[in-house]
């Protein structure tokens, strides 16, 4: 079935720990981004990626990393948990970068830490 | 910065009309979309508008309003599956989506 993937679905974490969520999409899309909800926030922009081998900060960047070694996967790394980074985590995809594409999103991956 | 802004909640009854506000001010517009997102579910595409007026798609329809910084979601016919959250983003200058906090929609019977 085409589209976007994420695992875990759910992971509880101690602060301090390296975790990496992971992203696969087969839609042959262009753009990728990581995106986290939280309770009355909606969703706020981490990092994307509007093609293989670039990626860009996003509106709250820090304590997260994010690489793009080929168009498919689009892994995002919490380099030492926090508990202010307990939220959930969307993935998701879209064919291109203009303003008219649609993103299309992954079913997210639960994350507390504590 | 984007700050985009419409109601918390709203309740209906099944088979009403119910209309979602979503008032933006954006760095630059390259267009409005509107995602509806169930209960522990990820965010679904419902719309997109760039030009003024009216969108349809069956029971739902999108309006926009550049001058205005004004956009609502009509959702028409309302069943029990409607409830769920209706999410209004806006691309600007940077072409990223910027998200409003959603509007919690709930039917009842």
């Known amino acids: 079935i085409a589209g976007i993937t994420q695992a875990p679905t759910s992971q509880i974490l101690a602060a301090g720990r390296r975790m990496t969520l992971r992203c696969t999409q087969d839609m042959r899309h262009n753009a990728m981004y990581w995106y986290r909800q939280d309770l009355g926030l909606g969703l706020r922009l981490i990092h994307y990626?509007?093609?293989?081998?670039?990626?860009g900060k996003g509106e709250v960047p820090d304590g997260y990393s994010v690489s793009r070694a080929n168009t498919d996967d689009f892994p995002l790394t919490l380099a030492s948990a926090v508990p202010s980074q307990t939220s959930v985590y969307f993935c998701?995809?879209?064919?291109?970068?203009?303003?008219?594409?649609?993103?299309?999103f992954g079913p997210g991956t639960r994350l507390t830490v504590l | 910065g984007q700050n985009i802004d419409q109601p918390t909640e709203m309740t209906a009854t099944e088979g009403a009309i119910v209309q979602i506000n979503c008032t933006y001010q954006?760095?630059?517009?390259?267009?409005l979309f509107w995602y509806q997102q169930h209960a522990g579910e990820a965010p679904t595409f419902l719309s997109y508008n760039v030009l003024d007026g009216l969108e349809e798609k069956g029971r739902f329809s999108s309006f926009l309003s550049r001058s205005k910084g004004y956009s609502y979601l009509l959702l028409k016919e309302l069943q029990m599956k409607d409830s769920a959250s209706y999410l209004c983003a806006v691309t600007g200058n940077d072409y990223k989506l910027s998200f409003g906090a959603g509007t919690t929609v709930t039917v009842r019977a």
């Open positions: 954006t760095s630059g517009f390259n267009g």
């Open positions: 990626s509007n093609t293989a081998g670039t990626t």
């Open positions: 998701a995809s879209s064919p291109g970068t203009s303003g008219a594409d649609t993103q299309y």
